[in-house]
């Protein structure tokens, strides 16, 4: 598993995420949970250290 760097969508945050190998982030958004359209995809809430909540949407 690698360690990804992701911007809060709110406020730009750095935000650390860790994704399986291989894997592309499709989407970071602050909007409702994104669909997943693929048996390989996922979409994670996280939250930034300023307390907003956002989904990242990715594929492997």
């Known amino acids: 598993m690698g ?7 709110q406020c730009g945050a750095d935000v650390r ?5 291989e894997s592309v982030v499709k ?3 602050a909007a409702d949970r994104p669909d997943t359209s ?7 809430q996280l939250t930034c ?3 907003h909540e956002f989904f990242v949407l990715f594929e492997w």
């Open 17 to 21: 995420m860790g994704l399986p190998k």
């Open 49 to 51: 250290h300023n307390d």
């Open 38 to 44: 693929g048996p390989r995809q996922k979409a994670r």
């Open 27 to 29: 989407s970071v958004t």
């Open 3 to 9: 360690i990804t760097e992701l911007q809060c969508p």
